[in-house]
């Protein structure tokens, strides 16, 4: 026993059975586990959203049109391979054991995808390496993810999944936060050129350190007994067995993912296009961008990490609901507002509830997988999501053609979110008394 009085777990070399957890993990192995959300962060945060996409659609490419086509077209071929491989390699981890190795190859793989664009030249010549590379990276980013999330039922039990989850997530937010933050001020503010190539080397630096603690001490699993050879062919046939059987056996699951998908899409859109709508609805300097997505990542990370117990109290589909619920109300009021003070009020609140919806989703899905089915459950959790990411970009770029208004576009994702909760609001998860 720790000294909180929790069980702990064989020692970091020592393989667990597959399963779930039968008590919480100690204090350093949850920190750890939160630790790599902070470390991973650096890239969808920093590379991925606000500093290095933009250098390569600004400052590599020769103009800002072929950069965002060559970067768009990239990452769409990115979540193409990303829905076929993560519930592969979910299967993978789920049958032959050894999960923190296989976190710890696809976490080195991320370190050196992003290290490499530090060679990205701002010259076009430059641009095909660049989008690729960055391309490469979010495929293996998501196929650690995978391994990640698996993590929670070995680490967490379902009276603690939320919290755990808040926690990591919640770190994950805060740990973006501060990245940019150092990126901006070692590379880019006060500076007439800004040096944009080393903040991909800060950003693979970052996912070393702090990813490094769970590769160590977190927890690792035995191969399944009596598992046949590996095979590709053989792997998607189970998972498509595995479909068929959600169908007969765990509709409520397989309601699940289709529904997460959805509203996982509208969460995802609200982040993406704050900034966009901000600095063309409600006329913020550049700068004054930057303030607003410091604010909202930490606004997110806190609220996000404080209502996980809210998660394990109520169960997550109170505050996946009740997350929704205030989404929809606050971004149609962005959309009534003319105000620059009103939109800050409303952002602050729509970022208390993104964070927490996201982390009570992936607790809920902890709590509806049976043991064994973790990794393979969040690979088919990230090819759901992907199978539906088109739908709140459109709904956002059919709502201005309607509306005649870059604002109007808020009103399509409205419309994604209130698809997302109608489709939520008939599940009763099977599993979800376990946490009472």
Partial sequence: MDHDGVHIPPQPGFPLPAGHASTTA???????WGLWDWGQQTFNTVMLTFVFSVYITTGVAADEATGTAALSGAQTWAGVIIA???????????RYGRRRRLLGISTLGLVLAMASLFWAEPDPSYLTFAVIMLAVASVISEI?????NGMLLQIATPSTFGRVSGMGWGLGYLGGLVALVACLFLFVLGRDSPAIQPVALLSAAWTAVFCLPLLIMGPNTAPAAGTEKFSVVGAYRDILRRIVDLWRHQRSLLHFFVASAIFRDG?????????IIAAGSFFFSEEEVIYLGIA?????GISTWALGRADDRLGPRVVIVAGLAVLVVTCTAVFLTTSQAAFWVCAVVISVCVGPVQSASRSMLARMTPPGRENENFGLYATTGRAVSFLAPFAFTVAIAVGDTQKAGILGIVVVL???????????AQHEDATR
């Fill in 296 to 300: 909202a990542n930490l606004v997110a």
């Fill in 267 to 275: 969460l995802g859109a609200v982040f993406a296009f704050a900034g």
């Fill in 144 to 148: 650690a993810t995978v391994f990640y």
């Fill in 84 to 94: 076929l491989v993560c519930p592969l390699m979910g299967v993978l981890a789920d």
């Fill in 26 to 32: 100690p204090r350093r192995v949850l920190f750890a």
């Fill in 418 to 428: 209130v698809l997302g909760l109608a489709a939520f609001l008939p599940l009763r």
